[in-house]
């Protein structure tokens, strides 16, 4: 299969509101009131931890479909720690990124614990977000003016 390109774009509506078009979808991020923003939408981490259980969903489904196991239900909780210091600006002793990512996924399947074993295990290797937090991407910033 080619490369598929996927993308984004938005406009500022304030210093913590940003609206951003991805197909034909909406996606509002804000922050919560606590950090000074609006609370109008999940912030950008939250997002980062919300794309990361969607993937997972979706690989985990497609996984056991391919090794023939049926998932009644996935459950996934993820949270992750991250110290606001140098987004803030008030330090640089510590990264601006989770320190530490917790992922829990709960199958409800008749599937035996080797079973599951191998699909997480699958799953793992195949998720796309899962590799974009667990490796290096390049990225490229380029300034218009």
């Known amino acids: 299969m080619a490369t598929l390109n996927f993308s984004t774009k938005g406009v500022s509506e304030n210093p913590t509101k940003f609206n951003a078009q991805s197909r034909t979808f909406n996606i509002v991020v804000d922050e919560p009131e606590q950090l000074g923003g609006t609370n109008h939408g999940a912030n950008p981490v939250e997002y980062i931890l919300a794309g990361y259980a969607g993937c997972l ?4 489904h497609l996984v056991a479909k391919e090794q023939h196991l049926k998932l009644n239900k996935l459950s996934i909780e993820i949270d992750g720690d991250l110290n606001p210091d140098r987004f803030l600006g008030v330090s640089d002793n510590d990264r601006a990124g989770f320190k530490i ?3 829990k996924i709960t199958p409800d399947t008749n599937a035996s614990k080797e079973q599951l074993e191998k699909w997480i295990n ?3 290797k195949r998720c796309p977000v899962n590799d974009n937090l ?4 390049p990225i490229q910033v380029k300034l218009i003016t």
């Open 57 to 60: 969903n979706v690989v985990g």
């Open 101 to 103: 990512i917790r992922v």
């Open 122 to 124: 699958e799953v793992e």
């Open 134 to 137: 667990q490796n290096p991407t």
